[in-house]
């Protein structure tokens, strides 16, 4: 295996056609293999922090699980305080697509 087969999706669920073009240009700095390329791109895609999360998900769809998991737990947020959070926002947004 050479070092340009090590950069493979392990989870494609969820990912937008923009995140497919965002794992494109990771992929080609990473093959590219220079650092300042695969840098560079790393922080453009770090402007956007949902899509972030989304691609290295793909990537490493187990350690981003673990990463959210221990950060919910560092502020003390449960799976259940989660699940309540996304109950209230679909509810608030069913509201605003039925007030229009």
């Not at 990473?30 to 290295?56: H, N, T």
């Not at 699980?65 to 003390?76: F, H, K, L, S, Y």
Request: aromatic content about 4%; glycine content about 4%; hydrophobic content about 40%.
């Amino acid at each position: 295996m050479t070092r340009h087969d090590d950069l493979e999706i392990q989870d494609t669920s969820g990912l937008t056609d923009a995140d497919w073009a965002e794992i494109n240009k990771l992929r080609n700095a990473y093959k590219s293999e220079a650092a300042k390329a695969l840098s560079k791109a790393m922080k453009q895609l770090a402007k956007d922090p949902i899509a972030y999360v989304r691609v290295i998900g793909a990537f490493f769809p187990d350690m981003v699980r673990q990463q959210i998991r221990d950060v919910m737990a560092e502020q003390g947020m449960t799976k259940e305080d989660l699940r309540e959070l996304i109950r209230k926002l679909e509810e608030s947004q069913a509201l605003g697509v039925a007030a229009r």
